[in-house]
């Protein structure tokens, strides 16, 4: 029988008839629900098994939802595989849908597929329609951490932003580019860009003795261009956080400064439209924690090697991801503490 793979794109149509949904992971205990429209629980549908629904009747629109066997988030890693197909005991291969395999790494809930009543027929349509574009192994941790935190796997148009990185050359940040502290950081920010940003991309200042701009439009290699431009920068004194001029900001602006102390200007006047939140780089500390106001304290072991702790132990991740997205699902656009 008829087998369809479905992404988000396209539709699919399975006869009017009960329906089974299928939905896996491998080594992750995954729980599917069907819900009417407004979220209640579908009465009719039947759960024989974890994983496993079947849907005896659909007379109006049924979304699939899917959330881990657990009180926390689905692990980084974890790719759902669901299939729909109609549920007979006297066809070998009925017909089915198979929607394209789908990383819910960090998130609580996830809606996969909606099933709609037509004439004799089901139409059947993936929820999510955007490819998780792909990022290094950080930064689809951050990512994952940063979903864990707002709850979605991206924030709705109305509340994404740009997302700018705003880095110090001057001379006392030498050791924390030579030792890849300011390398990770940018990786770690690559995540969070793929969740709340606009574009899939970020805009990259090195803020030394001149300002220079890196445009970065992938967000994978982002890392490895900004590290190749410090290497080759010339360093500064006495760093400025608002040397970039951003009194009139085209669209709503998250603006990370990254740097090893907190910008004698950081308390300047907020300009509407736009969010800052400094980044510092501090040795000593077991974990990261928050900076008052509106910034986070990363801590680094020593000058000649970076303190990988907050990237490697997935709770400190989660405290820092945490601490750099605060606000960003509600409240105005304001320069300052989110």
Known sequence: MPGYVLDGAGRVELPRQPLAVTVTALDVPVVVRATTADGQDLPTALHPKPGFVVLPRIDRDVVVVATPGNDSGFPQGTVL??????DTTNVVDPDRAELTPLDVSGLHHVELATISPADDRLVVRARKTAVDVPLNELGARARSAARGVLGV??????RQVRIEVD????????????????????????GIAAVVGRREELHVNL???????????ELRRAADTVQGALDVA???IGFRSSTVDRSHPAEPTLVFTVTDAVPADHTAVPVE??????????????SPNELEPGGTVVSTATETHASRGWLDDPHDL??????????????????GAL
């Open 81 to 86: 595989q669901a299939i729909v197909a109609v």
């Open 153 to 158: 796997d991206r924030l709705p148009e109305s």
């Open 167 to 190: 880095i110090d050359t001057t001379m006392s940040m030498l050791p924390l580019i030579e030792n890849g502290t300011v390398r990770d950081v940018v990786d770690l920010l690559t």
């Open 207 to 217: 803020i030394g003795h001149r300002v220079t701009s890196l445009p970065i439009e």
């Open 234 to 236: 010339g360093l500064g």
């Open 273 to 286: 439209g736009v969010r800052r939140r400094p980044i510092i780089l501090q040795a000593g500390g077991d």
């Open 318 to 335: 989660f405290r820092t991801v945490k601490s750099l997205v605060a606000g960003l699902a509600a409240g105005t656009h304001t320069e």
